[in-house]
């Protein structure tokens, strides 16, 4: 597939998320890597409440939906997990936080014993995001979100 390269920006109060995709088409089964990057030039260290267990991508939610709502699985952790104790991450101002991630243009569930059984999707258009989310003034949520979108033949 002929790599297009894409890079999306966004900037709210001084905070600007900024995604790039390498392969914005990719083969079914195939693997889009996205490294999405957050830079904190708020005048003020930015503090991001997340689920306590960090072995994931969680620090920036990068999600790409099939048509029918089917999501492509993070080669890192094929298997999403959830806890409900939370941690702080903090970017102090002036820094970036990069978070590089690989997803698979495939199906993967707790049921299946290894990437290897992952079912790959069919070709077709697929939605992506990225969101960045942050603690604001009075316990207020923050958020930056980019939007994209990757082809899939």
Same mark, same amino acid.
């Given at each position: ?60 939610? +990068?999600?790409?939906?099939?048509? &029918? %709502?089917?999501?492509?699985?993070? #080669?890192?952790?094929? @298997? ?48 992506? +995001?990225?969101?960045?989310?942050? &603690? %604001?003034?009075?316990?207020?949520? #923050?958020?930056?979100? @980019? ?7």
């Amino acid at each position: 597939m002929s790599p297009a390269l894409q890079t999306i920006e966004k900037t709210l109060d001084g905070v600007t998320l900024k995604v790039y995709i390498e392969n914005p088409k990719v083969k079914s089964g195939g693997e889009v890597h996205i490294t999405a990057t957050v830079t904190n030039n708020s005048g003020k260290d930015i503090i991001s409440t997340l689920p306590i267990y960090n072995q994931q991508h969680y620090e920036i939610r +990068t999600k790409i939906l099939t048509q &029918d %709502g089917k999501a492509f699985y993070d #080669k890192d952790y094929p @298997v999403e997990m959830t806890e409900d104790a939370t941690r702080q991450f903090i970017i102090k101002s002036g820094e970036s936080y990069v978070q590089d991630m690989y997803l698979v243009a495939a199906e993967m569930n707790s049921g299946m014993s290894s990437t290897a059984d992952a079912v790959p999707y069919g070709a077709g258009k697929c939605a992506g +995001t990225s969101t960045f989310k942050w &603690d %604001g003034s009075n316990g207020a949520e #923050k958020s930056l979100t @980019v939007s994209f979108e990757i082809e899939m033949a």
